[in-house]
C-alpha cells in the first residue's frame, strides 16, 4: 500500500466520501468547543465541498461547470458519509444493548 489517499482517489465518490466522513469526525470535538452552535451536518457539506473543489482544481480541470457541478457533489457527498456514519452508530449502539441484556440476564 503506497498510497492511500491520492487526488485520483479524491475524485471518486467513495474516496470524498471516505475523507469528508473522517475529517468531520476529527473536527467535531474542535466544533464542540466553540461559543456558538455548528451544525456537524453543515461542517460535512463544507469539508465535502473543500474536497471536491480542490480535487477538482488539482485534476487540471478549467472549465467553470465542473467547479459548480461540485457544490452538487459534495451535498452528495456530505449526506452519504452522514448517513454511513449514522449507520455505525446505530449498529454499535444496537451491539451494546444486546450486550447489556446478556449481562444482565
Do not use: H, W
Request: some cysteine.
Amino acid at each position: 500500500m503506497e498510497d492511500f489517499i491520492t487526488v485520483r482517489s479524491l475524485l471518486t465518490y467513495g474516496g470524498a466520501a471516505a475523507a469528508s466522513a473522517a475529517v468531520t469526525q476529527i473536527l467535531k470535538p474542535l466544533i464542540a468547543k466553540l461559543p456558538f452552535t455548528v451544525s456537524p451536518r453543515l461542517v460535512s457539506y463544507l469539508i465535502a465541498l473543500a474536497i471536491t473543489l480542490t480535487a477538482t482544481a488539482l485534476s487540471g480541470s478549467k472549465e467553470l461547470s465542473d467547479y459548480l457541478i461540485c457544490t452538487v457533489n459534495a451535498a452528495l457527498i456530505s449526506l452519504s458519509s452522514n448517513g454511513g456514519y449514522d449507520l455505525i452508530k446505530s449498529l454499535i449502539s444496537e451491539n451494546n444493548e444486546e450486550n447489556n441484556d446478556e449481562n444482565n440476564s
